[in-house]
C-alpha cells in the first residue's frame, strides 16, 4: 500500500504567492503548467469581481525533484475582473477535465488587460481586468499524481 505524498517530504511548505506584474505572472504561470481543472472548478464572482480557479497542480517547487509526481489543491483568484470569455471550453458540461499550459497577461491601457489562461485542445479562457493581481494559494497537502507520471509535452 502506498500513502499520499507529505510536505515534509519534499521539504517545501505551501504556496502562497502574488503576480502583480508581468514578471510576477511568469512565475505563477510555470508553477500552474499541467495543472488540471474542470470547467465546474471554474467560478466568476460578478459581484466581487473575482475569477477563482479550483486546480490540481503539479508540484514543480524545490525539493520535489525526484520524488514520484506529486499533485496539490490550489486555488488560483484573479482580481478586478470586468469579464470572462472562453474559447473551446463546453461550459455545460460541467465534468470536462481541461489541462492548463499557461497564464499570460495582454496590456491595454492604463495597467488594463486581459490575462489569457492556454488550456490543451486550443481552448482559452480570457479574463478582462482592471488591473493585474493574482493569488496562488495552496489549500491541501499534496497527493501521489494518480498517473504515477509526469505530463509530456510534444516537441
Do not use: C, W
Amino acid at each position: 500500500m502506498t500513502r499520499d505524498a507529505r510536505f515534509e517530504d519534499a521539504g517545501g511548505q505551501p504556496l502562497n504567492l502574488g503576480a502583480l506584474d508581468a514578471e510576477d505572472l511568469q512565475v505563477l504561470s510555470a508553477l500552474l503548467q499541467d495543472s488540471v481543472l474542470t470547467v465546474a472548478d471554474m467560478y466568476f464572482e460578478r459581484r466581487q469581481r473575482r475569477l477563482v480557479l479550483l486546480v490540481n497542480r503539479l508540484r514543480r517547487e524545490e525539493g520535489a525533484e525526484g520524488l514520484p509526481p506529486e499533485r496539490v489543491r490550489a486555488v488560483l483568484v484573479v482580481e478586478h475582473v470586468l469579464g470572462v470569455a472562453s474559447q473551446g471550453v463546453p461550459r455545460e458540461a460541467r465534468d470536462t477535465v481541461l489541462a492548463l499550459l499557461s497564464v499570460g497577461f495582454e496590456p491595454g491601457e492604463d495597467g488594463a488587460g486581459s490575462v489569457i489562461f492556454t488550456l490543451a485542445g486550443d481552448g482559452v479562457l480570457r479574463a478582462s481586468v482592471e488591473a493585474l493581481e493574482l493569488r496562488l494559494r495552496d489549500v491541501t497537502r499534496p497527493y501521489n499524481a494518480v498517473s504515477g507520471k509526469l505530463p509530456r509535452h510534444p516537441d
